[in-house]
């Protein structure tokens, strides 16, 4: 069973349209969730890290949000710059140095 | 800003050639990872490595693959004799501390394709 699992797998929106990415959960006792920009044949790249549910953080015109079940990535007024696959990403559970675990990614598309 | 880098960035090779790919992490960072991406598919956990061990690996990382710290900057993936199953996208990471609690800083990647 996906530890992970995020939706939409593909959004496309025009410019300036905002709208959410999800990303819901499954492992108990989150130590983390992890969210992250990948463009194309490029690595991961990290946006934010959440630890408790009702904490927010925000970036340009990204907003990420926890609560205890989920995670919601808002994009407000998207850029196509913004095109991207966005990724969750939590530790796989238990103690100590326990693997980032992810999901497969929401591929958004931002047309001009 | 500081940032992984991985070597080659491309690799050609014949199926059970052995294949080594190479990676610098951030300095003063003391963990470091290997994770895959099959072509349109998600990202995935091969290994974890502290203090000169591997710490956690996956089903994935089976006896075909090998790690190591050769030197103060270096850490590698080594894959004995590939499949043409194992043509991915490698990614290095690096994080100052556990995974959980710090963020993991990828590299650009090293694609490998398996003739």
């Known amino acids: 069973e996906d530890q992970v699992t995020q939706s939409p797998e593909a959004l496309r929106l025009q410019e300036g349209e905002s709208s959410s990415l999800n990303c819901s959960y499954t492992?108990?006792?989150?130590?983390?969730l992890f969210w992250y920009r990948q463009d194309p044949g490029k690595g991961p790249e990290f946006l934010f890290t959440?630890?408790?549910a009702g904490e927010e953080k925000e970036k340009e015109r990204l907003k990420a949000t926890l609560t205890k079940k989920e995670s919601f990535l808002h994009i407000t007024a998207p850029k196509p710059e913004d095109s991207a696959t966005y990724l969750c990403?939590?530790?796989?559970?238990?103690?100590?140095?326990?693997?980032?675990?992810f999901g497969k990614g929401t591929r958004l598309s931002v047309i001009a | 800003e500081p940032e992984v880098t991985q070597t080659p960035s491309h690799q050609v090779t014949q199926m059970g050639q052995e294949v080594i790919l190479r990676c610098v992490p951030i300095?003063?960072?003391?963990?470091f990872y290997w994770y895959r991406q099959i072509l349109g598919q998600k990202v995935e956990f091969l290994v974890s490595?502290?203090?000169?061990?591997?710490?956690?690996k996956s089903e994935i990382f089976d006896d075909q693959f090998s790690v190591e710290r050769p030197d103060g900057s270096n850490f590698t993936l080594k894959i004995r004799s590939t499949k043409l199953e194992d043509s991915a996208m490698y990614f290095c990471?690096?994080?100052?501390?556990?995974?959980?609690?710090?963020?993991?800083?990828f590299g650009a990647g090293s694609r490998l394709t398996v003739l």
């Open positions: 300095s003063n960072h003391l963990y």
């Open positions: 990471a690096s994080s100052l501390g556990i995974a959980g609690a710090n963020v993991l800083t």
């Open positions: 990403a939590v530790p796989q559970g238990g103690s100590g140095n326990t693997p980032l675990v």
């Open positions: 490595f502290y203090n000169n061990e591997i710490s956690e």
């Open positions: 492992v108990s006792g989150l130590r983390g």
């Open positions: 959440l630890y408790s």
